[in-house]
């Protein structure tokens, strides 16, 4: 992964816990612990191939009010697409658990006032 900041890239794990995408790396002093490097919401997210380079995944994410552009490279085309398709069917289920919970609270809403 590359972002803003990194001159090169760097190895990290990329994970999507609770409807967060992590990057995480592995601590140097205990090799059974990762350390989640960066956190980003998973509707802040977008991911698009890039043109020049198929092994490389762009991501923009919004963190703490700005934006951060990630490379993320791939040794493998298919896992680039493969990692794509992944991350924008998890923002669509995302999105669908979030609407079904707003639709819920204000159900349980209407029901405690009787309407």
Do not use: W
């Not at 990290?12 to 990057?23: A, G, R």
């Not at 002093?29 to 890039?50: C, G, I, Q, S």
Request: glycine letters at 0%; one cysteine or more.
């Amino acid at each position: 992964m590359k972002n803003n900041f990194m001159k090169s890239f760097s190895n990290y794990f990329m994970i999507i816990f609770q409807n967060q995408l992590c990057f995480a790396s592995i601590d140097t002093n205990k090799n059974d612990v990762v350390t989640m490097k960066y956190k980003y919401p998973l509707r802040y997210v977008e991911a698009h191939f890039d043109r020049s380079d198929p092994r490389l995944l762009n991501i923009v994410a919004k963190d703490n009010n700005s934006f951060v552009d990630l490379s993320v490279y791939f040794d493998e085309m298919g896992k680039t697409s493969n990692i794509k398709q992944i991350i924008e069917e998890n923002r669509k289920s995302e999105r669908n658990n979030e609407y079904l919970l707003l639709d819920s609270y204000f159900a349980e809403l209407i029901n405690k006032m009787k309407f």
